[in-house]
């Protein structure tokens, strides 16, 4: 089993610019999440999924936008790139929920500028 | 809603020595405490976790957690510790009312072992 995998690994955008970053797992975990990690801040999360089709708000979800259309897939979509958005975003993925093991990828670090 | 407070951005320890990680939280509710560990430039994995039952929970690589529901606290603890535990370890809960929504993770306390 691959886990959990996030593409790309190392991101540069502009401001304004739009883009997509990928989270896929191969161990048919119902419950998918989004987490930005900021230096000094922890992980916070942007949006869960508790299953294809349902999806929810976290703590910081604006600006951000995801779907889940299969169990294997949770994009995550930056509609227009800000600085604050600057942030290493790691997708986590977990059989049980939110009490389950989360099984986190390898993160994505994104630049904004 | 829940908080999570990591009191010690830094903790260093020479390597043997014992080390004690803390954690307290805030909630309304009752809660799940976890505590996770991040190597660098890696994502994050599950140390240990307390759902219920025993308030003293063993965890993996020697680490073990005790949840003191009167202090609300989780705090982390190792009796020995090597070059290999240095890394980011983050102290998480989750209220028990739900469960579909996401952790609260505290701040994170890095633990450097001094040789």
């Known amino acids: 089993n691959a886990g959990v995998t996030q593409t790309p690994k190392f991101q540069v955008l502009k401001t304004g610019q739009s883009m997509t970053l990928q989270c896929a797992q191969d161990?048919?975990?119902?419950?998918m999440s989004w987490y930005r990690q900021d230096p000094g801040m922890g992980l916070r999360l942007i949006h869960y999924?508790?299953?294809?089709?349902?999806?929810d708000q976290g703590e910081v979800p604006n600006g951000y936008n995801v779907s889940r259309s299969t169990t294997e897939d949770f994009p995550l979509r930056l509609l227009s790139a800000a600085p604050s958005q600057t942030s290493v975003y790691f997708c986590?993925?977990?059989?049980?929920?939110?009490?389950?093991?989360?099984?986190f990828g390898p993160g994505t670090r994104l630049l904004v500028l | 809603a829940q908080s999570v407070t990591q009191l010690d951005s830094q903790v260093p320890v020479f390597e043997e020595a014992p080390v004690e990680l803390r954690c307290n939280y805030s909630?309304?509710?009752?809660?799940?405490l976890f505590w996770y560990v991040q190597y660098p430039n890696q994502g994050l994995q599950l140390l240990l976790k307390?759902?219920?039952?025993?308030?003293l929970v063993k965890g993996i690589n020697g680490f073990e957690a005790e949840f003191n529901k009167s202090q609300t606290s989780f705090h982390l603890r190792k009796p020995s510790v090597h070059i290999s535990d240095t890394a980011e370890y983050f102290c998480?809960?989750?209220?028990?009312?739900?469960?579909?929504?996401?952790?609260?993770f505290g701040k994170g306390t890095h633990l450097i072992i001094q040789p």
């Open positions: 999924s508790v299953g294809a089709g349902i999806t």
């Open positions: 909630s309304s509710v009752s809660v799940y």
């Open positions: 161990m048919n975990h119902e419950y």
């Open positions: 986590a993925s977990s059989s049980g929920g939110g009490i389950g093991t989360q099984y």
């Open positions: 998480a809960v989750l209220g028990t009312g739900g469960g579909a929504d996401g952790l609260t």
């Open positions: 307390y759902l219920s039952g025993s308030t």
